[in-house]
């Protein structure tokens, strides 16, 4: 008896993950966009819900790319590194004491 296994690997896929807690934008979107060209391009899109959210896509190479909050005149941009891995945003200010 003759047995055949063929196995096909594939090249680990690198992600970037971001996951968030945010006040006050319940309802909201939050991107991902690179502006390095002359057209913006969004990378990924979510609704905020219960104050949270979590953005992935694949990393083709680092770039600094925005993290971008609701749109028009009402839209926050933050800069951040696009690189494998998962990270964590959050808006909430430290206590001073």
Do not use: W
């Amino acid at each position: 008896m003759v047995v055949l296994l063929i196995v096909a690997a594939k090249a680990p896929l690198k992600l970037f993950v971001l996951t968030g807690i945010v006040s006050g934008k319940n309802g909201q979107l939050v991107s991902l966009v690179d502006e390095s060209g002359e057209v913006s391009r969004v990378l990924c899109t979510v609704t905020i819900q219960n104050n949270q959210f979590r953005l992935s896509c694949k990393v083709e190479q680092k770039a600094l790319i925005s993290l971008v909050f609701g749109e028009g005149k009402e839209k926050t941009t933050y800069p951040i590194m696009l690189e494998e891995g998962y990270f964590s945003f959050s808006d909430h200010k430290p206590e001073q004491g």
